[in-house]
């Protein structure tokens, strides 16, 4: 078997011609970009990429239940197959102005490197592993997922990877760059935490429980948790609401909680100090009620659970990508992210995640952009990871 080394001298062909066609993979780039893909609602993308798949000659193009589009590029042999992965939602919500701007180099305009980038690439890498100049010896399947960013909670590559058991090892596209490697999945548990009491008049029914009042006493005992520096965990209260006037005592109030860690351990430690947390935070406020009045309740709803895991630093996946990377001039940064990686990591599947060429910054806010100078030197690396996972025939 060659080595990373000797497969990227021998894709040097392939890579001349990704070149040759560097324009037209930055116009599909700007084409996807400009349909718009809120979380939850990737349909019309989706049907751009499939018509996209089949142009292409991928067999079996379909779309699963999650919305996952998958077309598979058949190797020299059948047998467990390398994943190729690219989200296919944006943060932006419905209504945002997606038109791609031109400013000298730059691309604007929201998506256009997280994931407009990722999807173009992994056209690109389609188009070239043609199973006819280039053919592997492993199939790939090239998959557009859906959920991947916010609450969509990684449902595309959850429903893609836990119906398999037939995958050798996975590669996600993920926006601009071409130094960084994600070989360790950021794990994410999310909850919505609603208090609930009678209500009434801030004069007439004081005394009664009040939820804004409980909900405040979570969230300072929330704050006051002490999370570990190693391995690195974070805890924090991102949204907050309930009431329906300064005069009224609220029925309902809630709190969103937000749990990160890159162990198993950690998440469900602190998910236990979480729910102690708002339990002695209901058990408080029931303690100050009038007597005979209704006691508040409460309700824990996890809205969000992403796994986490890590690949060796040592294994041959990771290994062939630190490879890659200084083949194309690059010195590679090993991280640690949420993305659609995490899935098959948590699955024991060795899975990276990697950008797809040239230069980006500003993503998930409305001045999003990026820069191709150099686009076609990730795209190499890309690539040769690809052909290296999954072999040259």
Request: charged share 25%.
């Amino acid at each position: 078997m060659p080595t990373t080394a000797e497969t990227h001298a021998l894709l040097s062909d392939a890579h001349r011609r990704m070149t040759a066609r560097d324009a037209a993979i930055v116009r599909a780039q700007v084409a996807v970009s400009e349909i718009a893909a809120p979380t939850g609602e990737e349909q019309r993308r989706a049907a751009w990429v499939a018509r996209r798949f089949t142009a292409l000659g991928l067999s079996d193009v379909r779309s699963d239940a999650a919305g996952n589009v998958i077309g598979r590029r058949r190797g020299a042999r059948s047998g467990p197959a390398v994943a190729v992965c690219a989200h296919l939602d944006t943060v932006f919500p419905r209504g945002t102005t997606v038109r791609v701007r031109h400013d000298g180099v730059l691309l604007l305009g929201p998506g256009i490197g997280d994931n407009g980038r990722g999807l173009a690439a992994m056209l690109a890498l389609a188009e070239e592993i043609d199973g006819v100049r280039l053919r592997t010896d492993r199939p790939i399947d090239f998959v557009a997922t859906t959920g991947e960013e916010g609450t969509g909670d990684l449902r595309g590559a959850k429903a893609f990877f836990r119906s398999r058991d037939d995958v050798a090892s996975a590669i996600a596209l993920d926006g601009a760059g071409d130094e960084r490697i994600v070989h360790r999945g950021l794990g994410s548990r999310r909850y919505r935490i609603v208090y609930r009491g009678p209500g009434g008049h801030s004069w007439a029914a004081f005394g009664v429980v009040n939820p804004v009042h409980a909900a405040g006493t979570a969230i300072a005992k929330l704050a006051a948790i002490i999370v570990p520096r190693e391995p690195r965990t974070t805890l924090s209260v991102g949204r907050v609401g309930g009431g329906i006037a300064v005069n009224a005592i609220a029925d309902e109030a809630w709190l969103e909680v937000d749990l990160r860690s890159t162990t198993v351990r950690m998440l469900d430690r602190y998910e236990r100090e979480i729910r102690l947390a708002v339990r002695a935070a209901e058990i408080e406020e029931n303690a100050r009620r009038v007597a005979a009045s209704p006691a508040l309740s409460c309700a824990v709803e996890m809205i969000g659970d992403r796994p986490c895991g890590d690949v060796p630093a040592d294994h041959p996946l990771v290994l062939s990508a630190i490879d890659a990377t200084r083949l194309i001039g690059r010195e590679p940064e090993l991280a640690t992210a949420s993305t659609d990686a995490n899935v098959p990591i948590s699955l024991g599947v060795p899975a990276i995640a990697i950008g797809a060429g040239g230069r980006g910054g500003d993503a998930h806010t409305p001045g999003e952009w990026f820069d191709n100078t150099s686009g076609t030197v990730g795209l190499a690396r890309a690539l040769t990871i690809v052909v290296a996972a999954a072999g040259l025939a």
